[in-house]
């Protein structure tokens, strides 16, 4: 079965600081991987994706990413989170296969709480 | 990125009524739309995926003859909650996809349901 985990309902940190929000993911075939964020009463909106190539992806708002094929992981990081950053956070793998229909699978969301 | 809008933001009805959302991707054609529900704090459920021209796909628990999907245009994909219940309040957010390629999809700004 196709799944994504993010094992942190919650993340803490303090303005300035790094952030890690985790993600691991159980896919057949090669994973597309995104980043999505969700502000209150928002849509979500993209931050990036892994397709294939260098294992670090730079996205939006200083967002990075780094696929880990071995751990089967796309953490997402920035290295001095701002308040701004505050949102919720989602993990998504798209798998193509036979029965390609773009579908995407999502986990279950960390709260990102920056405190100034 | 892409722009797509979903039509009406906010809607409040009355049980037993129907309720049409619309949503339209802006500035490309998207031959692949996904409606997605979400409760509260929790992550997106994927109801169905709407083709061009076709008929759309349900995941399994979701009731087709309750949530009518088309998908007419290339730009537009509309969602009916018919005969609508409590608890069908919730939000509702549409993304569209080419799958063409390695896309993303891009999401709306969301559709808050109330029934009262």
């Known amino acids: 079965a196709q799944s994504v985990a993010q094992p942190e309902d919650q993340v803490n940190v303090a303005e300035g600081n790094p952030l890690t929000v985790k993600c691991t993911y159980s896919v057949s075939g090669n994973p597309y991987l995104f980043w999505y964020v969700q502000y209150p009463n928002r849509g979500l909106q993209f931050l990036l994706k892994?397709?294939?190539?260098?294992?670090l992806v730079k996205g939006s708002y200083g967002f990075e990413a780094e696929f880990n094929k071995s751990q089967t992981s796309f953490h997402l990081k920035k290295p001095s989170a701002l308040v701004s950053d505050s949102a919720l956070y989602f993990c998504?793998?798209?798998?193509?296969?036979?029965?390609?229909?773009?579908?995407?699978?999502f986990g279950q969301g960390t709260t990102l709480q920056v405190k100034p | 990125g892409a722009v797509v809008s979903q039509h009406p933001s906010r809607v409040i009805c009355k049980s037993g009524t129907s309720v049409k959302i619309e949503c339209r991707s802006l500035d490309f054609q998207a031959t692949t739309m996904f409606w997605y529900r979400q409760f509260p704090k929790k992550s997106l459920m994927l109801m169905a995926t709407?083709?061009?021209?076709?008929?759309?796909?349900?995941e399994q628990g979701v009731e087709k003859d309750k949530f009518l999907i088309n998908h007419a245009s290339l730009t537009l994909s509309t969602l009916t909650v018919t005969s609508a219940h409590p608890e069908d309040s919730s939000f509702y957010i549409c993304?569209?996809?080419?799958?063409?390629?390695?896309?993303?999809?891009?999401f709306g700004p969301g559709t808050r349901l109330t029934v009262l």
């Open positions: 993304s569209a996809g080419d799958l063409a390629g390695e896309h993303e999809q891009f």
């Open positions: 998504a793998v798209r798998a193509y296969g036979s029965s390609n229909t773009g579908k995407l699978i």
């Open positions: 709407s083709n061009e021209g076709s008929k759309a796909t349900y």
């Open positions: 892994y397709i294939t190539g260098d294992n």
